[in-house]
T-cell receptor, first 113, second 115 residues
Framework: RKEVEQDPGPFNVPEGATVAFNCTYS??????FFWYRQDCRKEPKLLMS???SGNEDGRFTAQLNRASQYISLLIRDSKLSDSATYLC??????????????FGQGTTLQVKP | EADIYQTPRYLVIGTGKKITLECSQT?????MYWYQQDPGMELHLIHY???????EKGDLSSESTVSRIRTEHFPLTLESARPSHTSQYLC??????????????FGSGTRLTVV
């Protein structure tokens, strides 16, 4: 079983749609959670951190459920420019000093006109 | 403006050659990482370092080696390149104790092709 599991997709949605991605992780001691975005043939870039209380950044909303070890990302009003692969990322263990992150395989989003 | 630099961006090289992929960061981060990623596939950690003179192998076995003589510099070396080494190599860095921080900062990557 992978440490971070995501549905690879692809998710094909029309412009303006709302789309949600989910991710599960296996290490219950993990403390830090992120969503990264990776464009084709580019490096991953931080999209947003994920906090226990849930957090929002414009059209993007991230949620964390520690009991279920589940993370979600909601994108509202999808734009063509949102087309990318979204990586769910979890810290390796409970210590905030290791810094090692585990990357999911990513979920691919294609927004169509 | 990038704070972590990788060179070269693209490299095509013959089998058996020795190559070094460069990675430098100007953020003073203690932790640095090398990932390997094939097209459309997930990232695999191949090496990491927690500071000067510290290097560890990652989760994916790799024939490459790394060194960390200076905080800002974390080069990766392949002594004898083979076609199976063809991939994208991504370097990243982070601060010690990254928790609610920004996670990793990645370089633009080196796309290596061994012919």
């Amino acid at each position: 079983r992978k440490e971070v599991e995501q549905d690879p997709g692809p998710f094909n949605v029309p412009e303006g749609a709302t789309v949600a991605f989910n991710c599960t992780y296996s290490n219950s001691a993990s403390q830090s959670f992120f969503w990264y975005r990776q464009d084709c043939r580019k490096e991953p870039k931080l999209l947003m951190s994920v906090y226990s209380s849930g957090n929002e950044d414009g059209r993007f909303t991230a949620q964390l459920n520690r009991a279920s070890q589940y993370i979600s990302l909601l994108i509202r009003d999808s734009k063509l420019s949102d087309s990318a692969t979204y990586l769910c990322v979890v810290s390796e263990d409970g210590s905030s000093n290791t810094g090692k992150l585990i990357f999911g395989q990513g979920t691919t989003l294609q927004v169509k006109p | 403006e990038a704070d972590i630099y990788q060179t070269p961006r693209y490299l095509v090289i013959g089998t058996g050659k020795k190559i070094t992929l460069e990675c430098s960061q100007t953020m003073g981060h203690d932790k640095m990482y090398w990932y390997q990623q094939d097209p459309g596939m997930e990232l695999h950690l191949i090496h990491y370092s927690y500071g000067v003179n510290s290097t560890e192998k990652g989760d994916l076995s790799s024939e490459s080696t790394v060194s960390r003589i200076r905080t800002e510099h974390f080069p990766l070396t392949l002594e004898s390149a083979r076609p199976s080494h063809t991939s994208q190599y991504l370097c990243a860095s982070s601060e010690v104790g990254t928790s609610r921080g920004g996670g990793y900062t990645f370089g633009s990557g080196t796309r290596l092709t061994v012919v």
